[in-house]
Each structure stands twice: as structure tokens, then as C-alpha cells.
């Protein structure tokens, strides 16, 4: 079982960076891919980006790459989402997520309960 909190949303002018962080209960969190997803107003939840348990690898949408970073912390049971050069579209619920390393929801077994992030143009 990991439990998982996410932290770091709040309100950013566009252009500026975010750091989100997804701090992980549990002694296997280490045994999981971590990703994370977002989900803005009347739209679907979409992928982000994930990393592999090891750090080692890691994957991102086209819509965010360059811009964001994905990291984690074994020793913390935290990972983090680092974001910048923020874009109004980039408004969301943002989520972290324990599973494999995959792109689709359906994969992921544990959720977060999300922090919003807003972007102001």
C-alpha cells in the first residue's frame, strides 16, 4: 500500500517555474515508476511525465518536454515536478501517481488527491 500527497501548486504568472513535490508512504515506494498527470477544467486527465523506480529513465508529453523535469528521491519517498516556463494551458489539477512506467491512468495503481496549479497569462 503507498499513500500520497502532493504539494507545491499555487499561482504562477506565465513564464515563471513551479516545483511540485509527491511525498509517498509506504516502504515500497521505491518499487514503483512514479508519474504524473493532470486534469484542467472540462477536459480529460492526461499524462505528464514519469520516471522509472530507479530514476534512471524517464518520459514526458510532448506538450511539456523541455519544460519540465521529473526527479525522485528513494531516500525521501518524494518525487518531484519541476516547471517552467509555465503556460496559461498548463492550468490543472496535477497528480502523482505509483505504478509502472506508462503513459496510460488506467496503469497506475495509487493516486494522489491532486494540487492545483494556475497560470496567469
Known amino acids: 500500500q503507498v499513500q500520497l500527497v502532493e504539494s507545491g501548486g499555487g499561482l504562477v504568472q506565465a513564464g515563471g517555474s513551479l516545483r511540485l513535490s509527491c511525498a509517498a508512504s509506504?516502504?515500497?515506494?521505491?518499487?514503483?515508476?512514479m508519474g504524473w498527470f493532470r486534469q484542467a477544467p472540462g477536459k480529460e486527465r492526461e499524462f505528464v511525465g514519469g520516471?522509472?523506480?530507479?530514476?534512471?529513465?524517464?518520459v514526458y508529453a510532448d506538450s511539456v518536454k523541455g519544460r519540465f523535469t521529473i526527479s525522485r528521491d528513494n531516500a525521501k519517498n518524494t518525487v518531484y515536478l519541476q516547471m517552467n516556463s509555465l503556460k496559461p494551458e498548463d492550468t490543472a489539477v496535477y497528480y502523482c501517481?505509483?505504478?509502472?512506467?506508462?503513459?496510460?491512468?488506467?496503469?497506475?495503481?495509487?493516486w494522489g488527491q491532486g494540487t492545483q496549479v494556475t497560470v496567469s497569462s
Open positions: 509506504g516502504r515500497t515506494f521505491s518499487m514503483f515508476a
Open positions: 520516471i522509472s523506480w530507479g530514476g534512471g529513465r524517464s
Open positions: 501517481a505509483a505504478g509502472p512506467l506508462a503513459r496510460a491512468e488506467y496503469e497506475y495503481k495509487y
